[in-house]
C-alpha cells in the first residue's frame, strides 16, 4: 500500500512542479524551439499519456526509494539523489531528443535540467511517505 501511495504522490508532485517548471521556462526556451513545439490552440496535450508518463516515473521513485535506504537519509542527501536521477530522466533525454532531431542541444539542455528539478520534488515527496511511520 505504502509503494501505490508514494507512487501516485510521487506522479502528481512530478506533474504539478513539471507543470510549473514549463511555465515559467517557456519565455526562456520557446525561440529556439519554434516550429518544433506544439501549439496550444491547435495541437492541445495528450492529457492521459502525459500523467501516464509522470505517473511511470513517481512509480519508478517509489520502487527505487526503499532500496536506496531513504529512511535512513538526511534530507539534503534525498534531495542531491532526487536531482542526480532527475538529471539521468531529463537531462539524458533531451540530449538524446537533441541528437535524434534538429532541436537546438544547448536549449534542450537547459530544459532538461530545469525539467529534472521536477524529479527531485517528486523524489522528495516519494521519500516522505516512505519514511512516514517509520519515524512515528
Given amino acids: 500500500m505504502r509503494f501505490t501511495i508514494a507512487g501516485l504522490a510521487g506522479g502528481f508532485a512530478t506533474f504539478i512542479s513539471g507543470t510549473i517548471i514549463a511555465i515559467v ?28 508518463g509522470y505517473l511511470v516515473i513517481g512509480f519508478a521513485l517509489s520502487y527505487l526509494a526503499p532500496k536506496l535506504g531513504v529512511k535512513n537519509m538526511k534530507q539534503t542527501q534525498i534531495v542531491t539523489l532526487g536531482l542526480a536521477i532527475g538529471l539521468a530522466i531529463f537531462l539524458g533525454d533531451h540530449l538524446v531528443t537533441a541528437g535524434w532531431s534538429r532541436l537546438n542541444a544547448g536549449a534542450m539542455a537547459f530544459s532538461g535540467v530545469l525539467d529534472s528539478l521536477s524529479v527531485m520534488v517528486g523524489f522528495w515527496v516519494v521519500s516522505l511517505v516512505h519514511r512516514y511511520k517509520q519515524n512515528h
Fill in 25 to 52: 521556462m517557456q519565455p526562456w526556451v520557446a525561440p529556439y524551439f519554434s516550429g518544433h513545439i506544439r501549439k496550444e490552440n491547435e495541437d492541445g496535450l495528450l492529457f492521459p499519456v502525459l500523467i501516464a
